[in-house]
């Protein structure tokens, strides 16, 4: 069974310091990595997506993920993070084995101080 | 931008009671995913569409839990009776494959008392 792992609960970092969300996974066959934003009492914001191709992936609001096969990780990263990044972060992963199922991680909350 | 629409986006209602959910998915996207979230967690997914057909339910608690997408397009989640612990944000996302990924809607945040 596929399953995604974010190995820490909050993230704090100040404002206009790197920020960095660590994701791990398990998937069948070639992983379809994806990570989401929620802000209170909202859906899942898109940010950015890992198909094929390039391990570094550019995303919305300045973020990108780092695709590493060997350690089967896909952490989300942002150079110089903004107050406003203060938000609940998810990682999700599909596979082809599992019918295109979406499997989340139980997501970091990210806290920016200014 | 195409959106996915779901309604409602807030739902009060008293332990016993049915409650139902609707979600209409982007135009063309053949997947449709009912997710659960409960506060501070991440998604899980209760049930997958393929068009009308579903295509996994394993998770939804099927003594009180229903879904139906009869026309291949929108869709209707149901809870009777709706418990305490059904408390929870549930999503509706679709999908046009896993290459375009998937988009969620809003949510209805349900609260049972």
């Known amino acids: 069974a596929q399953s995604v792992a974010q190995p820490e609960d909050q993230v704090n970092v100040a404002e206009g310091n790197p920020l960095t969300v660590k994701c791990t996974y398990s998937v069948s066959g070639n992983p379809y990595l994806f990570w989401y934003v929620q802000y209170p009492n909202r859906g899942l914001q898109f940010l950015l997506k890992?198909?094929?191709?390039?391990?570094l992936v550019k995303g919305s609001y300045g973020f990108e993920a780092e695709f590493n096969k060997s350690q089967t990780s896909f952490h989300l990263k942002k150079p110089s993070a903004l107050v406003s990044d203060s938000a609940l972060y998810f990682c999700a992963a599909a596979g082809k084995a599992a019918g295109n199922k979406l499997t989340f991680g139980g997501g970091t909350r990210v806290l920016v101080k200014p | 931008e195409a959106e996915v629409a779901q309604s409602p986006r807030y739902k009060i209602t008293e332990k016993s009671q049915a409650v139902a959910f609707w979600c209409d998915p982007i135009s063309g996207h053949a997947t449709l995913y009912w997710y659960r979230q409960i506060l501070g967690q991440g998604p899980e997914l209760l049930v997958q569409f393929q068009d009308e057909s579903v295509v996994d339910d394993s998770q939804l608690p099927k003594d009180r839990f229903s879904a139906e997408r009869l026309k291949g397009v929108d869709s209707t989640l149901k809870i009777q009776p709706a418990e305490l612990g059904d408390s929870a944000m549930y999503l509706c996302?679709?999908?046009?494959?896993?290459?375009?990924?998937?988009?969620f809607g809003s949510g209805t945040r349900l609260t049972v008392v």
């Open positions: 890992y198909i094929t191709g390039d391990n």
């Open positions: 996302a679709s999908s046009g494959g896993l290459y375009y990924g998937y988009t």
